[in-house]
C-alpha cells in the first residue's frame, strides 16, 4: 500500500497494525477501568491492565459463558433466521 493510498477507499486493505493497537488500547482502557474497584494502588492497577487485558473473562460458569453452552438459547443467527421464516420446518433442523 503507498503513502498516498486513502485506506476507506474500495479495495484497498485497512492497516492491520493499526487495527491491533487500536484494540489493545482500548482492551487496556477497559482493564484498568474494570479494576478500578479491586484494592489496588494506581501502580498495580496500571500493571495488571497491561498484562491481563487479554483474558478478563473471570470464568466461564453459566452466568459468565456461552448461553447457547449452559442455557441452550439459540445463537443471534438462529434466532433471524426464525423471525424470517417462522414456519419453514427445514431451519428447525
Known amino acids: 500500500m503507498s503513502e498516498d493510498s486513502n485506506p476507506t477507499e474500495p479495495g484497498t486493505v485497512p492497516p492491520k497494525r493499526a487495527v491491533r493497537r487500536h484494540h489493545r488500547t482500548r482492551m487496556i482502557a477497559w482493564a484498568r477501568r474494570s479494576s478500578m474497584f479491586m484494592d489496588m494502588d494506581t501502580k498495580d ?49
Open 45 to 93: 492497577r496500571d500493571r495488571f491492565a497491561r498484562k491481563d487485558h487479554d483474558h478478563l473473562a473471570s470464568c466461564s460458569c453459566w452466568m459468565c459463558g456461552n448461553p447457547r453452552r449452559w442455557l441452550g438459547e439459540p445463537t443471534l443467527q438462529e434466532r433471524r433466521a426464525a423471525m424470517f421464516h417462522p414456519l419453514d420446518p427445514e431451519i428447525d433442523r
